[in-house]
């Protein structure tokens, strides 16, 4: 099950490789201290795994989405976790599809050759929530700058990326015809903002993620670093949201058949009352079960991801797959730590790590209960729920 074959084999073979020199015992340490995989990122980086998505101009591979998705799933499939660098594939997609030629010749090829990190994004708000274009923080041009003042949570790798991409109102709500207008977008350089009008409060929290509330304190940003038109940011943010919905997807995969494995191979070895606990069908169907249901998500992703490398439009099938990638990965997830009995409780299986780990995309980047409102308004043509 797990050798199966597919048209990215080589990068699998490649990746897995890597990813066999950092094992279980790795990725536990750095959780138990709750630290940054640093040398881990490293080897991806310069192994030039993060730039697949960079034009060959800039110095990238040129590799497409689906591609991605594969380098993602294979680093959760062999234990890691890849929550630590996706944000590097979709956040330099947005600067690429949106930049100007200068902005993309001046970072670019620094992110292609692994020196530079674009790994955070900040949209999330305390008090809005979901309800992005309520966010509340503000950038006001001013003598060639804007200025920026308000607050964000959750924001993801601030500690350990170069380069932020931020939301920020730059017309108020009153004044715009649409709400999803008047939000602009801008390349925050971490470097320079850090301590100079950007104070930045790490939030402990469930799984050994990196992520942040941010208070903004007349943070001043260069004009040039607007990415796009102003006013149009909220645009640029959903385009990117279908790539980094079809990454977690994938990502969820790697996890689920991280787990299958997992469960398989300890039904098979665990003897208790004279035969191997996978002989009993209450212990082999449910993981067959959960095998069924990542097997289904897998395609959905595929097609999600296919789509999206032809410029199809494909929002309907990233929140489907990853509505479905999450939900067969939690369950994976449930069904390994029932198979492993009380030995799943403890932390040198890695099980407890990874259940942990994969419960985020429940919520993460985008809640369950978005997506179905997703699928009844635009799929379904149901009226808007909120
Ligand atoms: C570990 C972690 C990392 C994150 N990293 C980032 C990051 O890097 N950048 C960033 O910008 N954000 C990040 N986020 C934020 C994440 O995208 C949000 O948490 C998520 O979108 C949900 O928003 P919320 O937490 O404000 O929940 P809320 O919007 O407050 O919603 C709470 C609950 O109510 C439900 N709900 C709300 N409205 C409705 C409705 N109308 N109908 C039905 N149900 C509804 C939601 O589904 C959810 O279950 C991160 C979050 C976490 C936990």
């Known amino acids: ?26 990725f536990r340490k750095v959780d138990a201290e709750r630290a940054y995989p640093e040398k881990f990122v490293d080897a991806l980086m310069e192994a030039g795994w993060l730039a697949a998505m960079i034009p060959e101009e800039y110095g990238g591979t040129g590799l497409g989405l689906t591609a ?11 234990g890691g976790n890849s929550g630590a660098v996706h944000g590097q594939m979709y956040n ?39 309800d992005t274009t309520k966010i509340k923080t503000t950038a006001v ?3 060639g700058r804007f200025v920026v003042n308000g607050q964000k949570v959750w924001i993801s790798r601030v500690q350990h990326s170069d380069l932020m991409i931020l939301l920020a109102r730059t017309t108020p709500l ?15 350089d971490l470097r320079e903002a850090i301590g100079n009008g950007l104070t930045v409060r790490p939030i402990p929290n ?36 279908n790539a980094e919905r079809t ?47 990542i097997e289904a998500a897998n395609l959905m992703r595929f097609k ?40 799943g409780f403890a932390n040198e299986y890695d099980i407890e790590r990874k259940f942990r780990e994969t419960r985020l995309y429940q919520v993460a980047p985008i809640s369950t209960n978005l997506i179905f409102a997703y699928v009844a308004e635009h799929l379904l043509g149901l009226p808007r729920s909120y």
């Open 68 to 78: 991605a998705t594969v380098i993602m799933e294979e680093i959760n499939r062999s």
């Open 174 to 188: 009153a004044d715009v015809k649409k709400k999803s207008e008047g939000m602009s977008i801008f390349i925050v």
């Open 304 to 343: 999600a991801a296919e789509l999206f490398d032809a410029g199809q439009p494909c929002g309907a099938q990233a929140n489907m797959a990853k509505y479905l990638a999450a939900k067969a990965s939690w369950e994976a997830a449930n069904v390994c730590m029932q198979t492993h009995g009380g030995f």
């Open 206 to 241: 469930l799984v050994n993620h990196e992520t942040n509330e941010l208070f903004f304190d007349n943070l001043e940003i260069p004009e040039e670093n607007l990415i796009g038109e102003e006013g149009r940011g909220f645009k640029y943010i959903l385009d990117g949201l």
């Open 141 to 143: 041009r001013k003598d």
């Open 92 to 130: 330099m997609g947005t600067l690429l599809r949106n930049g100007s030629k200068a902005q993309k010749e001046k970072y670019l090829p620094g992110i292609a050759a692994g020196k530079l990190r674009i790994q955070s994004m900040a949209v999330t708000e305390p008090t809005t929530g979901t």
């Open 247 to 293: 990454l977690i997807a994938a990502e969820c995969i790697g996890d689920g058949y991280w787990f299958i494995d997992r469960a398989t191979k300890y039904a098979n070895e665990r003897v208790v009352f004279d035969r191997p606990i996978g002989k009993n069908q209450g212990v082999q169907f449910p993981i067959a079960d959960a095998y069924i249901e």
């Open 1 to 26: 099950m797990m050798n199966q074959t597919d048209a990215h084999q080589d990068i699998r073979d490649a990746v897995r490789a890597l990813c066999s020199q950092f094992p279980d015992e790795y």
